[in-house]
């Protein structure tokens, strides 16, 4: 009787150890108040979901900044398993893509944030060579900053992401080149600044999900789930969501649209799946 109730409670427990989800962490933000984080990580847990995949994401103990993020996935820490950002040549040498835009290419498309007793600074820009006269800030790690430098124009690199917007305010540097994604909520976020009328910088810049190269099962499960949230109209809905109202806002019909060259941009990118990208114009 004894080992017929031991048998019966070891069988019990067969399906909760089947079904337990492996934790992955994502990088933590650097602040408090640094809300890049929120869209990322809900298409993270829509696609996980959507992939029949067992896995639990939560943030990391640790904060970290992007670099440091892929530093740790590069060398196959246990501090992070998933991060995000935009790609490039580099990058996808070091750790392994996911190739679908978690944002629609979003992120190339750049507004301007100025100090706000000088909103009108760049108004005058008509053309890339008009912007070579302005000082960009920027992170001192970003595919970004090696980017505009490589289209000739000025850059202040900075380590710390709060400390961009503080030295904005006091004029360290002219302008700070922001996704449509990410303006809003630092704009909210920072004083003594405002956002730039005039103009837009585009160029092409996916921001993946990155695993580590030797974690392809969960590479797979990213983007199986990816692929089945396009098809679904999942993620569809999950970008208006997050990103409807700041599109309409931004107005880039009215924007001179300047066009950035990307050097460091992969051959590999899926340019040519029309779906994964977002039009604007």
Known sequence: MMRTAVVLLLMSLIPTITLA?????????????DRRNIYPVKVLELVLEKSGARYLPRASPVQMPQSRALLELATGSKLVHVAWGM????????VLPVRIPIDKGLLGWRLALVADRRTDVLKGVR???????????????WPDTALFRANGL????????????RMLANGRFDYFP???SEVWAELD???????????????????????????????????????????????????????????????????????????????ET??????????LR
């Open 21 to 33: 989800a492996t934790t992955i962490y994502y990088p933590r933000p650097e602040s408090a108040i």
């Open 154 to 165: 000025e850059v202040v690199d900075v380590p710390n992401y709060e400390l961009l917007f």
């Open 87 to 94: 790609t490039s040549i580099e990058r996808e040498q070091q």
């Open 270 to 279: 899926p340019l040519g799946r029309k779906e994964l990208w977002l039009k």
């Open 178 to 180: 922001r996704s449509v």
């Open 189 to 267: 976020a920072h004083e003594g600044l405002a956002l730039d009328r005039h103009i837009v910088l585009h160029y092409p810049a996916p921001a993946y999900f990155f695993v580590s190269k030797d974690n392809t099962a969960l590479a797979a499960a990213i983007a199986r789930g990816f692929e089945r949230a396009i098809a679904d109209g999942s993620f569809d809905r999950l970008f208006q969501q997050h990103f409807g109202k700041q599109l309409k806002r931004a107005a880039i019909g009215r924007r001179r649209v300047l066009e950035l060259d990307n050097p460091s941009l992969p051959p």
């Open 127 to 141: 053309s890339i060579g008009d912007l070579r006269a302005f000082t960009a800030g920027m992170g001192h790690d």
